[in-house]
């Protein structure tokens, strides 16, 4: 709420950009559709009509989404809506960082310090006005938090049989709320880098680990 009060709390908007001509007025466009009980298959306003919801950047069904469009109905601007999607990710992410590193056994200063520089840092700022890509890498540190619970050290056993099916389930559900976000190549990246992260050896000799190692 600190970081956007000036865009939540104040009739300030973002201008210029593709924050400008392309999200406000997709974004209007699904949640008004969407609130007449309609899927929207279809864009009548671009070039003589285009696909509309097979375009994956309209996030038309991304639930995350669905109070926001909901709110348009009840006068929330369509700029608001996308700040407040910032918000709630931008948090969600800096939750996330701190799991990560709660579950990683660090103490709750450095976790509640990694969450809020995470949240505070550029990387997520910076993704606002493209809100697709900072909806889809929100998820990253909670899917790392999933594999985390079920990579061991080489030699060590497995975990049992629910640990695995439901960091599994959880890490499902993840990815398809990243695809569902918007941004395929930021779902691309995460996993190539999560993928990375779990056949990549740490430390040495009976140390390194795999998530893969039979």
Do not use: K
């Not at 990710?89 to 809020?116: I, M």
């Amino acid at each position: 709420l600190l970081l956007y009060a000036q865009l939540l709390f104040t009739n300030r908007v973002l201008a210029g950009g593709d924050i400008q001509l392309y999200f406000y007025p997709y974004w209007e466009y699904v949640g008004a559709t969407l609130r007449s009980g309609q899927l929207p298959f279809w864009n009548p306003y671009l070039f003589l009509g285009a696909p509309l919801l097979a375009n994956p950047q309209t996030a038309a069904l991304y639930p995350l989404h669905w109070p926001l469009f909901a709110a348009g109905g009840a006068g929330l601007p369509v700029t608001q809506q996308i700040y407040w999607s910032a918000a709630l990710h931008t948090w969600l992410l800096g939750l996330g960082g701190y799991a990560l590193l709660r579950r990683w056994r660090y103490a709750v200063a450095p976790a509640l310090l990694t969450g809020v520089v995470l949240a505070g840092s550029g990387f997520a700022g910076g993704l606002l006005g493209h809100i697709n890509q900072l909806n889809a890498v929100t998820w990253l540190p909670w899917a790392a938090l999933c594999l985390a619970s079920v990579r061991v050290p080489i030699g060590q056993p497995w975990p049992a049989p629910r640990t695995l099916l439901l960091a599994g389930a959880a890490f499902a559900v993840l990815t398809a709320l990243m695809l569902l976000a918007g941004h395929t190549q930021s779902v691309f990246i995460n996993l190539f880098g999560l993928g990375v992260w779990l056949v990549w050896p740490w430390g040495r000799g009976e140390e390194g680990a795999t998530f893969l190692h039979n």
